[in-house]
T-cell receptor, first 113, second 111 residues
Framework: KAGVTQTPRYLIKTRGQQVTLSCSPI?????VSWYQQTPGQGLQFLFE???????NKGNFPGRFSGRQFSNSRSEMNVSTLELGDSALYLC???FGKGDYGYTFGSGTRLTVV | SQQGEEDPQALSIQEGENATMNCSYK?????LQWYRQNSGRGLVHLIL?????REKHSGRLRVTLDTSKKSSSLLITASRAADTASYFC???????????FGKGTMLLVSP
């Protein structure tokens, strides 16, 4: 079966711009969660959506937002980009309940200049 | 904030040797998971151990969990060059897909 698809793979943006990243989960998975990975802070949880509802949110400013569509695809948006937002953004899909491992996409590498 | 802390931060071994990585965490958990990441790419799920389990095996991987010490270990036996990667432990305290990761162990396996 197809894996988790993240688009785009690479992105270069200028400070102050906004960006939208996309994640298509594995078919049948209803949960999509997002993570930011930087050399300094490591992997940090951003938010999680299940059946179009945000169930959990990490400790990030309001510039980071997301949504999930009825087909479980998810997008995250970062507005007013800062240099510190440069990171690898990973999404993971799962059934959303029970003890299952998560399947991650290959990530979107965002560089803010 | 980081829930898990892996030890060591880096490990260099020869092919055929065993590699052991340790993870400590802070709060109660539903399960603990180990992931592998190759050179800045996506994470690959390796193994999940539930809070009521003490040991689990999968191929060349062996994971132990000690909830009284809030620690886990990952053993990779007969390492191969292809095992070169970063390894992360992650906990899911809420059970709602909110993984909290450690900083990872970088494993280098030399031929």
């Amino acid at each position: 079966k197809a894996g988790v698809t993240q688009t785009p793979r690479y992105l270069i943006k200028t400070r102050g711009q906004q960006v939208t990243l996309s994640c298509s989960p594995i078919s049948g998975h209803r949960s999509v969660s997002w993570y930011q990975q930087t050399p300094g802070q490591g992997l940090q949880f951003l938010f999680e959506y299940f059946s179009e509802t945000q169930r959990n949110k990490g400790n990030f400013p309001g510039r980071f937002s997301g949504r999930q569509f009825s087909n479980s695809r998810s997008e995250m948006n970062v507005s007013t980009l800062e240099l510190g937002d440069s990171a690898l953004y990973l999404c993971a899909s799962s059934f959303g309940k029970g003890d299952y491992g998560y399947t991650f996409g290959s990530g979107t590498r965002l560089t803010v200049v | 904030s980081q829930q898990g802390e892996e030890d060591p931060q880096a490990l260099s071994i020869q092919e055929g040797e065993n590699a052991t990585m340790n993870c400590s965490y802070k709060t109660s958990i539903n399960n603990l998971q180990w992931y592998r990441q190759n050179s800045g790419r996506g994470l690959v799920h390796l193994i999940l151990i539930r809070s009521n389990e003490r040991e689990k095996h999968s191929g060349r991987l062996r994971v132990t969990l000690d909830t009284s010490k809030k620690s886990s270990s990952l053993l990779i036996t007969a390492s191969r060059a292809a095992d070169t990667a970063s390894y992360f432990c992650a906990t899911d305290p809420s059970g709602y897909s909110t993984l909290t990761f450690g900083k990872g162990t970088m494993l280098l396996v030399s031929p």
